[in-house]
């Protein structure tokens, strides 16, 4: 009995040892997911507005935002930001109508991302070369602005590059 006890207890460590292990190795290709989409897209200090840069003219249903998001629905990493996205915003105060999120192209991403987002920005979808999408010239995603008083505060290629709003 004694046996079958100290067996019980060692399974369910070893258990317990590989689902941390797993979390972490899961948490690091993320990382890596998102390093590896810089290198391959090109260089994203290139492509994106720079801090200070006034804001294109764009028509969009948010008069000031406070944080601008391009997704597409072509792109795997978009649907691994969104949540990540959603929870930035949560946790961070961000009004929904300051959080614009622009959403390019057709399909079920497209609907998948909008449910994810619509409870905490204003989401406007629109093809894949679409008026806002071309105003800001985004040709990287994602790619995720702060923006305030009309300018580029912080841009980024993932959420967790954004700066705290009250910071920026």
């Keep these: 009995m004694f046996v079958l006890v100290v067996s019980v207890v ?3 460590v ?3 040892l590989n689902l941390l292990l797993m ?4 948490r690091r290709l993320r990382t890596h997911t998102t390093q590896l989409a810089v290198l391959t897209r090109g260089n994203p200090d290139l492509e994106l507005l ?7 003219a764009f028509t969009a249903p948010v008069a ?4 601008i998001a391009f997704l597409s629905t072509s792109c795997d990493l978009c649907l691994i930001q969104a949540p990540e996205l ?3 915003l949560r946790e961070h105060g961000v009004a929904r109508d300051t959080a614009l999120v622009v959403i390019a192209g057709d399909g079920p991403a497209g609907q998948e991302l909008t449910d994810r987002l619509d409870a905490v920005a204003t989401v406007v979808r ?6 806002v999408t071309s105003a800001f010239g985004v040709r990287l ?8 008083d009309g300018r580029v505060r912080s841009g980024a290629i993932s959420v967790d590059q954004l700066p705290v709003p009250a910071a920026v």
């Design 10 to 12: 060692l399974v369910g």
């Design 14 to 16: 070893l258990g317990l």
């Design 23 to 26: 979390t972490a190795v899961i």
């Design 50 to 56: 720079q801090p200070g840069t006034r804001l294109p």
């Design 64 to 67: 000031r935002p406070e944080v």
């Design 86 to 88: 959603a929870r930035y």
């Design 126 to 131: 629109e093809p894949a070369d679409g008026p």
């Design 141 to 148: 995603f994602p790619t995720f602005y702060a923006v305030g």
